[in-house]
């Protein structure tokens, strides 16, 4: 079990296309905060690097079929479907 599987069911029951997310609609999703990381570095949204890295929050949209798409600006990150 990860802390990342409500954001996995939350992408895999979507019938959407793409759907765009605040940081702060993650962490409502999630039920906790996001890492300082997550608001820091792109990479922590990395697809390709994390797919190798295994890193844990990665494998929850990947498996769920999406990629994300960050901007730590806007603090938002927009997943779409592969």
Known sequence: MS???PLHRK????????????????EEILGRPLPV??????????NEAARKAGHAQAKAWLNAGFSARASLKNQEVEFYRV
């Open 11 to 26: 992408l895999a029951n979507t019938g959407a296309h793409s759907i765009r997310l605040k940081f702060s609609e993650v």
């Open 37 to 46: 990381s997550a608001y820091k570095f792109t990479a922590w949204w990395g």
């Open 3 to 5: 802390v990342y599987d």
